[in-house]
């Protein structure tokens, strides 16, 4: 079955950090592009970050852009983020997503909302003191 698992999220205050791994099942994500969204209760899913699947070309939202990074790990087929300096806002199901880089990666990310092959069942984050 191919899918994709996410996991890594949790309580944690504001200030701390985390790491969420996004795993591929039954098939290799080394020429996907992966992409992080997230959705808190009523509002819209939002596009958090992209990394390359042929290149190293990473994409960030102007919210996280320097405190969260994406990176990926062929070796072990997952790609993460990396969280750092959470805020409250950040509280969210934190889901990944993927396609095939057929096109730039800056284009995949942009449409991967419409486009994903593959979505992961999400995995909750909740920053609270």
């Known amino acids: 079955q191919l899918q994709l698992v996410e996991s890594g999220g949790g309580l944690v205050q504001p200030g701390g950090s985390l790491r969420l791994s996004c795993a591929g099942s039954?098939?290799?994500?080394?020429?996907?592009?992966i992409g992080w969204f997230r959705q808190a209760p009523g509002k819209e899913r939002e596009r958090v970050s992209c990394?390359?699947?042929?290149?190293?070309?990473?994409i960030y939202a102007d919210s996280v852009k320097g405190r969260f990074t994406i990176s990926r790990d062929n070796a072990k087929n997952t790609v993460y983020l990396q969280m750092n300096s959470l805020k409250p806002e950040d509280t969210a199901l934190y889901s990944c997503?993927?396609?095939?880089?057929?096109?730039?990666?800056?284009?995949?990310?942009?449409?991967?909302?419409?486009?994903?092959?593959?979505w992961g069942q999400g995995t909750q984050v909740t920053v609270s003191s």
């Open positions: 997503a993927t396609a095939p880089s057929y096109y730039s990666t800056a284009f995949v990310c942009a449409t991967l909302l419409r486009r994903a092959h593959y």
């Open positions: 039954g098939f290799t994500l080394d020429t996907y592009v």
């Open positions: 990394i390359g699947g042929t290149d190293s070309t990473t």
